[in-house]
T-cell receptor, first 113, second 111 residues
């Protein structure tokens, strides 16, 4: 059983397009996150949701919009894709929005041409 | 501004040797210091974590040493194995479980 799953695993698209990445966790956790890992492997948090409410929103362009339809899902929609958006995007979840183990998904490699 | 500085960037160790990765931070507001391990093509996974009320934590071959006054913490991997070859990230957390990651250390353990 996959704890945190993401789809798609790979996403190749043209500049200017709009795309979505889906994330689901079956751990019963209350908190979910999106991270971006760049080509140098630097990992940076983008968003965090607790019980469907946004609790962390880092300085991310407005083109990125997270959506949490329920506690088990946190999707990431990206408008007007740019070359600099190319990265690996990781979804993660934890039981609580406190110092607690975060479980990461396998990642979605986004390539913008 | 980099809130946590991790070194070295890459590390080559012989099988059976000790791997040591260091992290230093500035802000004392953090109260949770995890290390994550990432294999190629996979997401990071928690390896071991420590809170600032202890100076050392050991789990199997992995040990975190924590120096609160120096604002430094390190990961020691004893008897390093080729299967330990991965990228290791230290992280800081304080408030809303916002993990701030170091830049990562790519460890290669040669047989």
């Amino acid at each position: 059983d996959t704890a945190v799953s993401q789809t798609p695993k790979y996403l190749v698209t043209q500049m200017g397009n709009d795309k979505s990445i889906k994330c689901e966790q079956n751990l019963g956790h209350d908190t979910m996150y999106w991270y971006k890992q760049d080509s140098k492997k630097f990992l940076k948090i983008m968003f965090s949701y607790n019980n469907k409410e946004l609790i962390i929103n880092e300085t991310v362009p407005n083109r990125f919009s997270p959506k949490s339809p329920d506690k088990a899902h946190l999707n990431l929609h990206i408008n007007s894709l740019e070359l600099g958006d190319s990265a690996v995007y990781f979804c993660a979840s934890s039981q609580e929005p406190s110092t607690d183990t975060q479980y990461f998904g396998p990642g979605t490699r986004l390539t913008v041409l | 501004q980099q809130q946590v500085k991790q070194s070295p960037q890459s590390l080559i160790v012989q099988k059976g040797g000790i791997s040591i990765i260091n992290c230093a931070y500035e802000n004392t507001a953090f109260d949770y210091f995890p290390w994550y391990q990432q294999f190629p093509g996979k997401g990071p996974a928690l390896l071991i974590a420590i809170r600032p009320d202890v100076s050392e934590k050991k789990e199997g071959r992995f040990t975190i040493s924590f120096n609160k006054s120096a604002k430094q913490f390190s990961l020691h991997i004893m008897d390093s194995q080729p299967g330990d070859s991965a990228t290791y990230f230290c992280a800081l957390s304080g408030g809303y479980n916002k993990l701030i990651f170091g830049a990562g250390t790519r460890l290669a353990v040669h047989p």
